[in-house]
């Protein structure tokens, strides 16, 4: 009988003991899960900080690249455009865990930010031949210019990067059956395979044409996609082998901008 009654008992100290255990290492975790947030805080911070230190001797290379003589300048522009744009995906990589803080929504028009996209990308497109054609794009949406700038300027490069050498790459509007406003940036060059275009979304995908090119990271439209979504972006591809890709950014109309962003 004596044995009996401590059974209860007994049942009652392990389950506390265990209780004890549970809740130990539920703030074992806690503290763990903060330690970690404070360290990603802070690298994150010291790697915006480098990049911003990076920009000011970059910006002053740029100025002295534009003194030199045209034979010599051509290339050297095209190699800090490289530069350039890296160290640009890095800082949008870093920022784009924390964009719904860093985003102000307005109604602007598409066509002052393409033109600025194209101009910063010219000396690749002098160095490649290649010819952009833009269509009236004086069109309002709704966005957030500096994260829209961002993904075009991803899209239009991976455009740049994969054209022929005398390619046309045009840009046009249109407007689908709901109302949405629609920026189409269509090239004419390799294309993309069938078999890669499920993922090209993907983080760190090249594909068989990304293997192609050495400066490809794959980090571009991982980016440009993510980026798209928290502005209720939907971004659309049509590509076929050798003749080409076309890019669509669909916009969200101001009365489902809302329904758009919570899904």
């Known amino acids: 009988m004596k044995s009996i ?29 903060n330690e970690l947030t404070i360290q990603f805080s802070e690298d994150r911070d010291q790697h915006l900080a480098w990049i911003h230190e990076v920009k000011t001797p970059l910006t002053a290379m740029k100025l002295m ?4 003589p045209v034979a ?10 490289r530069i350039h744009l890296l ?38 497109c002098f160095a490649k031949n290649l010819a952009i054609d833009v269509a ?3 069109v309002s949406v709704l966005s957030d210019q500096k994260w829209l700038s961002f993904i075009i300027r991803q899209i239009l490069s991976n455009a740049v990067k994969y054209s022929h050498r005398g390619d046309t790459i045009t840009i046009y509007v249109t407007t689908d059956e709901k109302g949405h406003q629609q920026l189409h940036i269509q090239d004419t060059g390799e294309g993309i395979d069938p078999a890669d275009l499920p993922r ?18 794959g980090m571009g439209l991982y980016l440009a996609q993510n980026s798209a979504k928290k502005l209720g972006i939907s971004i659309d591809v049509h590509s076929i082998v050798n003749q080409g890709s076309t890019f669509t950014l669909t916009f969200p109309n101001p009365n489902d901008f809302v329904t758009t962003i919570a899904k």
């Open 136 to 138: 009236d794009l004086e």
């Open 5 to 33: 009654t401590n059974k209860p008992q007994e049942f009652h100290r392990i389950n506390e003991l265990i209780l004890t255990k549970l809740h130990e290492s539920a703030l074992e975790l806690e503290r763990y899960k």
């Open 72 to 81: 010599t300048r051509k290339p050297l522009e095209l190699e800090w455009l």
């Open 87 to 124: 160290l640009d995906q890095t800082l949008h990589t870093l920022r784009i865990a924390n964009i719904e803080q860093d985003t102000v929504f307005d109604q602007f028009s598409l066509h002052p930010i393409v033109l600025k996209e194209i101009k910063e990308l010219q000396s690749w």
């Open 65 to 68: 690249i534009e003194d030199l």
């Open 200 to 217: 090209i979304f993907q983080k760190s995908f090249t594909g068989s044409m990304g293997r192609k090119q050495s400066a490809s990271t």
